[in-house]
């Protein structure tokens, strides 16, 4: 449970220094007395720490091979990362039984010397699954056992070196039925049980969560979960966690009850987490588009730091250089707080600020 205190006139004029604020900070007394935080006393990563709660981002590892920059913003700024791509089964297993562990051995050495945590991210998914693994070529019982290998082989390869697994990824409709995916309908519903204990099997201190988007306030989707996960604590099943993508979009606004959700997941005993936040604008921006992003960033960091169980709050990418929404969302873009060139949009600078007072 996170404490805040009164704010002092000392520090509400940290606060305006660190804002970039000089005209408010000139006019208060108390402000010439403080000294303005270096950068990286200012970066997220200093901040969050300070407020309990760990700011990650999804990792693009060809950018962080060939893009210094962007290497050193992640040093900098974040304590968690996540691989946006090389830990999915399409790529750690392109064809069957040959393993490629290279990228994602890249990217959690990279963590590990910065100090950082690593999600990893994920395993068991309908989605950028292997072009070999298909329902032509194996029967259900066939499919069960690729899948625990699966799981049982990604897991004890990372086993100690990953802090949570998004388990289960998108496996809900937003209208609360289930995916209609390759497991569901060879394996039935309890291949999301199965997979948790595989995964609970291999590395038993590794943190399991559940995974998705459009989750964020109370609705048909979160409530699909809800109902499973009180499911699966009934049958014993070891599911830590309730991830909370956080894909969100301007012209759609903030759900007003995400910090009620959060509060019913963590009432069933979970840790909850923000695993993938950005938000996207229709292009081009204006300041109004740019203010609603800065809000809806946030919205979800405040609801993360209001809540008792909620650990990390993790972008899908900080920079537009390598954002992925341009090549989905037809017009859409601007989804980072930082843009093209690295420079800080104002959600950065909220962000910033939100995690400033939550430290105090």
Known sequence: MRVHKAWSAAALASLALLAGSPAVAAEDPAAAAVKPASPREQSLRVLADRAGVRIGTAVDTTALAADAPYRETIEREFSSVTPENVMKWQLVEPQQGVYDWAAADRL????RANGQTVRGHTLVWHSQNPDWLTEDAFTPAQLRALLRKHVIDQVTHFKGRIWHWDVA???FNDDGTWRDTIWLRNLGKGYVADAFRWARQADPQAKLFLNDYNNE?????????????????????????YGIQGHLAVQ??????TLANLRRF???????????????????????????????FTALLQACLLARRCVSYTLWGFTDRYSWVPDV???????????????????????????TLAGR
Not at 217 to 233: F, H, M, T
Not at 252 to 257: A, E, H, L, N, S
Not at 275 to 294: G, H, N, S, W
């Open 108 to 111: 959690v050495d990279f963590a």
């Open 169 to 171: 990824n998108e496996i």
């Open 217 to 241: 306030g109370v609705n048909a989707k979160s409530d699909a979960y809800y109902r499973l996960v009180r499911e699966l604590k009934a049958q014993r099943v070891p599911v830590d966690g």
């Open 252 to 257: 759609y606004g903030v759900p007003g009850d």
């Open 266 to 296: 963590e009432a069933l005993g979970l840790q909850t987490a923000f695993t993938e936040v950005d938000v996207r604008m229709p292009l081009p921006a204006d300041p109004i588009k740019v203010q609603a992003q800065a809000q809806g």
């Open 329 to 355: 969302f037809d017009g859409e873009g601007s989804a980072t707080p930082l843009d093209a060139d690295l420079v800080p949009k104002p959600a950065w600078f909220a962000m910033r600020d939100t995690l």
